[in-house]
């Protein structure tokens, strides 16, 4: 075993090591927050809901429902793990000021193609949210107001251009987001915890969903998940407003 497959070997030993033994400080909470709030975004539970009623019809359907949804969510948890830990790596301790300083830190891995990917990745993360963020807007508007199931109704379609149009001319204005995005994300991973719990409450109702229901084990890890989500807030809360 050569020095670079030791290092590799250490690099995984550590992240296998914070996975199952993460901090958490008040300093930190609201980077933790806001980061499961980007991460598992509340609105998007019901952008999910809305759009798989549409594509699944019949019980027969449900196993390969569960096979998407665990591949869609095992990927987006394998970017989510590369992101926090090519952040973590290439720029621990260092400031960042603005996309330059980014694309810097990728210089020795990428060369001078950092900036270029750098770019492209960002336009990605831009152009799927502002795909997504509308139109979960918009599923959640008709929800609530009992709107017609057609995704062409012109009330439908208002909330969702309404709030593309919204975005864009902030970009336009030349106003810089950033603060009002973490606010936002962390935001999410406070509210998180509640939209969860309603979930339970919906997943173990059986006039709703027969024999449907959730096992033992599904609660529990959704039993987990608000615990965790609820620490989280309330530390990233104290640490803002000092209650103890």
């Not at 963020?133 to 709107?147: C, D, K, M, S, V």
Request: charged content about 10%.
């Amino acid at each position: 075993m050569d020095w670079g497959d030791l290092l590799t070997a250490l690099a995984l030993l550590l992240i296998f090591e914070g996975m199952i033994s993460p901090s958490l400080s008040n300093q930190n909470a609201t980077a933790v927050l806001g980061l499961i709030g980007t991460t598992i975004v509340p609105y998007n539970l019901f952008l999910h809901a809305s759009s798989i009623s549409q594509k699944w019809k019949n019980k027969e359907d449900l196993s390969d429902l569960k096979k998407e949804n665990a591949i869609a969510i095992g990927l987006g948890g394998i970017i989510s793990m590369a992101i926090v830990i090519t952040s973590a790596t290439m720029l621990y301790g260092q400031g960042v000021s603005g996309m330059n300083d980014m694309a810097l830190q990728l210089e020795p891995l990428l060369g001078s193609w950092s900036r270029y990917i750098l770019a492209i990745g960002l336009f990605a993360a831009g152009i799927s949210s502002a795909i997504t963020a509308p139109l979960a807007a918009a599923y959640t508007a008709r929800g609530i107001f009992g709107w017609d199931q057609n995704m062409k109704s012109y009330k439908f379609r208002l909330v969702w251009i309404s709030i593309l149009v919204i975005g864009t001319l902030f970009s336009m204005l030349g106003y810089k987001p950033i603060q009002v995005i973490q606010i936002a994300q962390v935001a999410n991973g406070i509210l998180l915890p509640i939209i969860v719990f309603f979930l339970i409450y919906l997943c173990n109702k059986k006039s709703l969903l027969n024999n449907f229901v959730n096992k033992w084990w599904q609660n529990t890890l959704a039993i987990i998940v608000v615990m965790i989500s609820l620490l989280v807030s309330f530390r990233s809360l104290n640490s803002v407003f000092d209650f103890i």
